[in-house]
């Protein structure tokens, strides 16, 4: 009889905040045949487990050692008190995703990029971006921080720590607001009225687009595509080859235009509610 266990290869490590973290070895009546590595999520605190780094070898693979783990590894964690548990999932780990999505594990948001050529795409004729205000700053926030931390919790975040993280976010990304060094703030004009906003921060060989939102009253009418090309238009300008992104799954209308703009998931997000 196969019996599949984890071996912890280290003692349970307890960092000075409180988090959580072990490696483990999968093991098949104590023969080791892959390895795992646990831990509580650094940004949902202790309730929480991530799921990292399961791999089986090659001439165990296909018999249900995977399996076994992953159901192992939830024991392990529900042990810690923990009330979820995520995993990432690479876009190209087929076989990975059909193992978490067999388990209960449901895609909460996508990672996506786009390579970007050395031209910046123009924009549609009487659509401008300009800089967001100081004045416009502080509702533009407000009303972020509010739609951030509702994504979460219409996938499952309780609204609390939804919202502690949307303020922990928020804080980290924006330090200095309007002016922080790399954080690229704007606004959307067709035809001389604000149609929508733009966030973009430029990293060391990427851009990112933290938030691009069209104003409802305006919507459907292809302002979100131009906000898009005026991100494109601001990475390629700051000599950015690749922009990434983050989209919430269920966010129908979002998942459509990147991908119509030839951006591709390079990554899943997905959890589990541990019972």
Known sequence: MMTTTLRPTEPLQRAADGMLSRHYQVCVNSRPVGAIHLSTHPVFGPAVARMEDLRIEEPDRRRGRGTVAALAAEEVVRGWGCKRIEIAV???AEAALRLATALGYVQRNRAMEKRLGPTAPELPEG???RPLTETEYGPWLEQGKEKYAQSWIDRGVPAEEARAKSERDHARLLPQGPGTPGVLLSVLEHEDTRVGTLWVALEEEWAYVYDVEADARFRGR???????LLAEAQAVAAGKRV????VFAGNTPAERLYESLGYAPVRYIMYKNLL
């Open 90 to 92: 690479p876009a190209d």
């Open 127 to 129: 659509s401008r971006g």
């Open 222 to 228: 292809g302002h979100g595509r131009s906000l898009m």
């Open 243 to 246: 922009l990434r992104l983050n």
